[in-house]
């Protein structure tokens, strides 16, 4: 599947985002999807996954409690609810789907979309 991702933007420390990311070209229905991050200077790391059809949700200990994924089939996306957003939270943000699951935590995945800018002011 190709993925597009949108909603980024520059934000000040305690606000909200959400970004999306739209499918298209394959059964995405059947895809687990996720995001994953890149801060300046640092390796990418994964943020929540979230199954195929939205039973399994994980999520990186650095965002617990502030994130919260969905994924809607009928559309196909995928979207990321931001809250109390935090300097650190300043990456590029990359959706990303596999039919297997596992490799949306092991940053394996075989779609990526091309990423969106988030920028946390402090």
């Known amino acids: 599947v190709q993925l597009q991702a949108s909603g980024g933007g520059l934000v000040q420390a305690g606000g909200s985002l959400t970004l999306s990311c739209a499918a298209s070209g394959g059964t995405f229905r059947s895809y687990a999807a996720g995001w994953v991050r890149q801060a300046p200077g640092k390796e990418r790391e994964f943020v929540a996954a979230?199954?195929?059809?939205?039973?399994?949700?994980p999520y990186a200990d650095s965002v617990k409690g502030r994130v919260t994924i969905s994924k809607d089939n009928a559309k196909n996306t995928v979207s990321l609810q931001m809250n109390s957003l935090r300097p650190e939270d300043t990456a590029v943000y990359y959706c990303?789907?596999?039919?297997?699951?596992?490799?949306?935590?092991?940053?394996?995945?075989?779609?990526w979309g091309q990423g969106t800018l988030v920028t946390v002011s402090s």
């Open positions: 990303v789907a596999d039919p297997r699951f596992h490799t949306i935590v092991t940053l394996t995945a075989e779609s």
């Open positions: 979230i199954g195929w059809n939205g039973g399994s949700t």
